[in-house]
């Protein structure tokens, strides 16, 4: 699943860094896999069943399975080969398809789930290149959030041209599920990352903050900005300096605005989110840069789950909104 909002821009600091002088921290048991296209890493403190990390992963691979635009078969596979009929869909595509438009509510259709046949055209990684204006204008008229129609267990779309495109929101909502999991199952301290999508659970066993660190913009992958402690609680980035590509002396980036299917031109380059939950973050933190620093705060502000953010501008400005605790390195 490859989502066009959010990449590897925070790291985990889950491990002994930031613990209480002279109180020994108990080693937590982290392992890493490739899923969801990135690097997804489990972090557990305590006494776990063996097993558990597996049945993680594997719960993972299984809502992949279910949200992936790509994956012939997903539940959104179906919906959007579907020719605007009404599909049948689990539980959980339902919850993510109606967060989805719930933000795409909020921001007046800035976040819009339906943008698939746009970032389609764009490709980052294969065959970078700018569609042509046909295509783009072709794609744009099949997106609106509004021609979403959810009843009950099923959903479908207006248009019969129309594609969902859950990369905007998807991973926080795994993440989320995934950390819900490990609770539920008696961890007590845990970090869930995955790919920058980081979710918090608990507390560490000596009692100090978690600290995620924020990486500096086109800066190398291990090159921090900050850090930002956080409780129990998620911490989401975005930025326009992961997937790029320059054509005739232009930058094109990823973030794509629905109504032009072209690269949004924002003063944030970057956009971390403490939030309630990890799928809030991913969509806010989209939103963030899409509409830029002046208009951010206000949009941020009025959103559910938001507890705070560090915008980075470029002209390497940091801009502070709400509850975060952040801190530079030294």
């Given at each position: 699943m ?38 997804c ?15 993680a ?12 635009m ?31 438009l ?39 008229a ?17 248009s ?117 939950n ?53």
């Open positions: 490859r989502r066009y909002s959010v990449f590897i821009v925070i790291l985990a600091l889950a491990a002994g860094v930031g613990g209480c002088a002279g109180k020994q921290q108990e080693a937590p048991v982290s392992e890493t896999r490739i899923l969801l296209d990135t690097y890493t489990l972090t557990v403190y305590g006494t776990i069943d063996p097993a558990l990390l597996e049945e992963f594997s719960l993972c691979a299984e809502y992949e399975a279910m949200l992936s790509r994956l012939e078969g997903s539940d959104v596979w179906r919906i959007n080969h579907a020719g605007g009929a009404a599909v049948t869909v689990a539980p959980e595509t339902i919850e993510v398809i109606k967060a989805g719930v933000f795409g509510g909020l921001s007046a259709g800035l976040f819009d789930i339906t943008i698939g046949r746009v970032s389609t055209l764009w490709d980052f990684t294969n065959d970078p290149h700018v569609p042509s204006r046909t295509e783009l204008e072709q794609a744009r099949t997106v609106d959030y509004r021609d979403v129609v959810v009843d009950g267990d099923t959903v479908r779309l207006k019969d041209e129309a594609w969902l495109d859950l990369g905007g929101i998807a991973k926080g909502y795994i993440a989320d599920r995934l950390a819900a999991f490990l609770k539920e199952r008696g961890v007590t301290g845990a970090v869930v990352d995955l790919g920058g999508d980081v979710a918090i659970v608990g507390a560490k066993p000596d009692g100090s903050p978690w600290l995620i660190g924020v990486r500096r913009p086109f800066g190398a992958r291990n090159e921090l900005l900050g850090i930002i402690e956080a409780g129990e609680a998620s911490v989401v980035s975005s930025g326009i300096y992961e997937r790029q590509f320059i054509e005739d002396g232009v930058i094109y980036h990823h973030i794509l605005y629905p109504n032009t299917g072209m690269p949004a031109e924002t003063d944030v380059v970057g956009a971390t989110l403490v939030a309630e990890s799928a809030a973050g991913d969509a806010l933190s989209t939103m963030a840069l899409l509409v830029g620093s002046d208009r951010a705060p206000d949009l941020l502000g009025a959103a559910p789950g938001f507890i705070g953010a560090l915008l980075m501008l470029e002209n390497g400005e940091l801009l502070r909104i709400g509850d975060i605790i952040y801190r530079e390195m030294e």
